[in-house]
């Protein structure tokens, strides 16, 4: 699928491996994320993460630096019930110990190793109905390539709530095992 104009954000580096009608096998550079964990549905829990992380991107450090927001914002599911991990994707200029140290607990630092993933575009709203029709397409595609995957499905958003549903850049990500040669 082509994209519209991006808002300028920066994003993380990746080379696409491959690329078919149904997903492009992307592998990711290392990168730094602020993240936060939070309970309830996925409908409520993305506007209560998104205060806390854009509070510590905006000033709400320890160095009370203000940083420039990136995309995509990521979210999953964790390990705990009815709880979401969302992940903002910090600038590359920063590193794991360049980074202004958050003030609220809740704001932990963590570096993201190089990856392989399976990653489904789509626009439209991010309806947990929608996003599950996503993750089948790109579970039944990756499974008929004979990947593998391992980890949560990521939820990738690249665009602010503003923006009308049509225009959202959306994706659906899971970290697959590299083929055997």
Not at 143 to 150: E, K, Q, R, T
């Given at each position: 699928?082509?994209?519209?104009?991006?808002?300028?954000?920066?994003?993380?580096?990746?080379?696409?491996?491959?690329?078919?009608?149904?997903?492009?096998?992307?592998?990711?550079?290392?990168?730094?994320?602020?993240?936060?964990?939070?309970?309830?549905?996925?409908?409520?829990?993305?506007?209560?993460?998104?205060?806390?992380?854009?509070?510590?991107?905006?000033?709400?450090?320890?160095?009370?630096?203000?940083?420039?927001?990136?995309?995509?914002?990521?979210?999953?599911?964790?390990?705990?019930?009815?709880?979401?991990?969302?992940?903002?994707?910090?600038?590359?200029?920063?590193?794991?110990?360049?980074?202004?140290?958050?003030?609220?607990?809740?704001?932990?630092?963590?570096?993201?190793?190089?990856?392989?993933?399976?990653?489904?575009?789509?626009?439209?709203?991010?309806?947990?109905?929608?996003?599950?029709?996503?993750?089948?397409?790109?579970?039944?595609?990756?499974?008929?390539?004979?990947?593998?995957?391992?980890?949560?499905?990521?939820?990738?958003?690249?665009?602010?709530?503003?923006?009308?549903?049509?225009?959202?850049?959306?994706e659906v990500m899971l970290e697959v095992t590299p083929p055997q040669s």
């Amino acid at each position: 699928m082509a994209d519209l104009p991006a808002h300028a954000l920066e994003e993380p580096s990746y080379e696409v491996v491959s690329s078919s009608e149904d997903y492009e096998l992307r592998r990711y550079a290392p990168y730094v994320v602020a993240q936060t964990q939070v309970r309830g549905d996925f409908s409520t829990a993305g506007n209560r993460a998104f205060r806390i992380l854009a509070g510590y991107i905006f000033g709400r450090n320890e160095e009370q630096e203000k940083m420039a927001m990136t995309a995509p914002v990521t979210s999953h599911a964790s390990e705990q019930d009815a709880q979401w991990v969302y992940r903002f994707v910090m600038e590359s200029k920063y590193t794991l110990d360049s980074l202004p140290t958050p003030v609220d607990p809740r704001v932990s630092i963590k570096p993201i190793p190089g990856k392989l993933f399976a990653v489904r575009r789509f626009r439209g709203s991010w309806s947990a109905q929608n996003i599950a029709g996503h993750e089948a397409k790109l579970r039944d595609a990756i499974a008929l390539d004979g990947l593998s995957h391992n980890g949560p499905l990521l939820v990738a958003r690249y665009n602010p709530p503003f923006t009308p549903w049509f225009m959202r850049r959306n994706e659906v990500m899971l970290e697959v095992t590299p083929p055997q040669s």
